[in-house]
T-cell receptor, first 109, second 115 residues
Framework: LAKTTQPISMDSYEGQEVNITCSHN???????ITWYQQFPSQGPRFIIQ???TKVTNEVASLFIPADRKSSTLSLPRVSLSDTAVYYC??????????FGAGTRLTVKP | DTGVSQDPRHKITKRGQNVTFRCDPI?????LYWYRQTLGQGPEFLTY????????KSRLLSDRFSAERPKGSFSTLEIQRTEQGDSAMYLC?????????????FGPGTRLTVL
């Protein structure tokens, strides 16, 4: 399974765009990249998943370069309610999910 | 509310006692996962089922941990002879896995405190 590396924490201000980068140097051909968000005392919540290039949904964008050794979760115009821990996971249909420690994002007013 | 429910939400027990947690997944989901999460850490995978078959159990933390999913619906996680180190949040998730896309829906968790 590909190991992932993310920053431990990030700070931002309301209204700014936040980019969280995840490194996964030994990603396998069949692996997808998935991001989850977790608020205190709640289970993680799926944000977005991608395989290559760019994926966008109503809450975020995921940028994956051609070599797929990293990925960037982009949150447009964050608000205080986006303060949470964000996890990057890499795997395929046959792998279990391995969460790292995640990135603790703090959005300030 | 994701549609995944867990019971109980909190459990306090004494060391050495057995505890059992229940998870009710989203009804049409074929996969069910169990995780443990301690403070400041990401969820740690324990085991998962596809329908009623337990496909991975080597990562259960010890032989005191066991899980079942009779009839491929709800699941139970049992911890025998609990230890203080078992205190954690136990999370259940379900998914409808058909390809690389596997959006897991997590329940609210059961917080276990072992005294």
């Amino acid at each position: 399974l590909a190991k992932t590396t993310q920053p431990i924490s990030m700070d931002s201000y309301e209204g700014q765009e936040v980019n969280i980068t995840c490194s996964h140097n030994n990603i396998a051909t069949n692996d997808y990249i998935t991001w989850y968000q977790q608020f205190p005392s709640q289970g993680p919540r799926f944000i977005i998943q991608g395989y290559k290039t760019k994926v966008t949904n109503e809450v975020a964008s995921l940028f994956i370069p051609a070599d797929r050794k990293s990925s960037t979760l982009s949150l447009p115009r964050v608000s205080l309610s986006d303060t949470a821990v964000y996890y990057c996971l890499v795997g395929d249909i046959n792998n279990d999910m391995r969460f790292g420690a995640g990135t603790r994002l703090t959005v300030k007013p | 509310d994701t549609g995944v429910s867990q019971d109980p939400r909190h459990k306090i027990t004494k060391r050495g006692q057995n505890v059992t947690f229940r998870c009710d997944p989203i009804s049409e989901h074929n996969r069910l996962y169990w995780y443990r999460q301690t403070l400041g850490q990401g969820p740690e995978f324990l085991t998962y089922f596809q329908n009623e078959a337990q496909l991975e159990k080597s990562r259960l933390l010890s032989d005191r941990f066991s899980a079942e999913r009779p009839k491929g619906s709800f699941s139970t996680l049992e911890i025998q002879r609990t230890e203080q180190g078992d205190s954690a949040m136990y999370l259940c998730a379900s998914s409808l896995r058909t390809s690389g896309m596997d959006e897991q829906f997590f329940g609210p968790g059961t917080r276990l405190t072992v005294l």
